[in-house]
Nanobody, 119 residues
């Protein structure tokens, strides 16, 4: 089983940057893809970005393209999300998750890290 722990959230002004990290442990060798999701207050959780573990192919939600960058560190079994030009609408709890096989649902999930962007 894969265990995930996010960190790096906080309070930032609009236009600022944050870098989120997700430390993975357990059977990470079996992970197909890892992704970032977020859930804003009163809204459903939504996809933000993902990276395929075998070849680093990335995918982004339209709302974050050009501002966010997802990357991985194989040596550390870690996933990162560099967030630039943050806007108040980016305020949410950010979660990382693993997709263990092609076509499988994302899961397990980390506990989340809160990002608050002030206007």
């Amino acid at each position: 089983q894969v265990q995930l722990v996010e960190s790096g959230g906080g309070l930032v002004q609009a236009g600022g940057s944050l870098r989120l990290s997700c430390a993975a442990s357990g059977r990470t060798i079996s992970t197909y893809r890892m992704g970032w999701f977020r859930q804003a207050p009163g809204k459903e959780r939504e996809f933000v970005a993902s990276i395929r573990w075998s070849d680093s192919i990335t995918s982004y939600a339209d709302s974050v393209k050009g501002r966010f960058t997802v990357s991985r560190d194989n040596a550390k079994n870690a996933l990162s999300l560099q967030m630039n030009s943050l806007q108040p609408e980016d305020t949410a709890v950010y979660y990382c998750a693993a997709q263990l096989a092609v076509g499988a649902a994302f899961g397990p999930w980390g506990q989340g890290t809160r990002v608050t962007v002030s206007a």
